[in-house]
Every structure is written in structure tokens, then in C-alpha cells.
Nanobody, 125 residues
């Protein structure tokens, strides 16, 4: 059974930075496409960033381009989300997710096979 555990969330002032980590266990991590999603209260869960199995291809939502960076370390079974220049509108619960086999899209949460429990990110103004 694949397990994903996020960490690194917290409270930060606008303009600050946080680094989220997602540690995977129980599966073949180096074959998975990975995504970071977020969900704010009253809103849908949306993709923030995604990365292919090898780390050679990445995708970002327009709202975070230039501020967030996704990366992975397959030796450590971990995917990261470096978040800089944080804004209050980045406040949300952040989830990591894994596609065991890439199905042609990063954006659709229904295509992901495994999910973490989420970590809260709060950005104060």
C-alpha cells in the first residue's frame, strides 16, 4: 500500500517562503508522476505543480509560476514544493498525489492513484 506523508506546512507572513515535502513509501516511487494540489475553504482542489517520474518535466499553475518550484529526489522517495514570495491567496491545505502510471494529464485529480493527508499553509497579510 502506497503511503504519502506531507510535511513543512505552517504559518508564514506574506512574502515569506516555505518548503513542503512529501515522503512516499510502499510503492515504486521512481515510476510515479507526482503532483501538488491545494484546496482553500469553499473552493475546489486545484493542481499547483506536477513533475514527471524522472524530474525532467514540470508543470505549474499560472498563479504560482515563477514563485513555486517542484522537485523530486527518487533516492529519498520524496517530492518537494519550494514556495517563495507567498501571498495570502496561497493559503490552503496542500496535498501531494501520485499517478502510478501517467495518464496524459496532470490537472485532473481523478487521475491520481494515491493521496497524502494534506498539510496546512497559512499566509498572513
Amino acid at each position: 500500500q502506497v503511503q504519502l506523508v506531507e510535511s513543512g506546512g505552517g504559518l508564514v507572513q506574506a512574502g515569506g517562503s516555505l518548503r513542503l515535502s512529501c515522503a512516499a513509501s510502499g510503492g515504486t516511487f521512481n515510476r510515479y508522476a507526482m503532483g501538488w494540489f491545494r484546496q482553500a475553504p469553499g473552493k475546489e482542489r486545484d493542481l499547483v505543480a506536477a513533475i514527471n517520474w524522472s524530474g525532467t518535466s514540470t508543470y505549474y499553475a499560472d498563479s504560482v509560476k515563477g514563485r513555486f518550484t517542484i522537485s523530486r529526489d527518487n533516492a529519498k522517495n520524496t517530492v518537494y514544493l519550494e514556495m517563495n514570495s507567498l501571498k495570502p491567496e496561497d493559503t490552503a491545505v496542500y496535498y501531494c498525489a501520485a499517478q502510478a502510471r501517467y495518464r496524459g494529464s496532470y490537472n485532473i485529480d481523478g487521475l491520481y492513484d494515491h493521496w497524502g493527508q494534506g498539510t496546512q499553509v497559512t499566509v498572513s497579510s
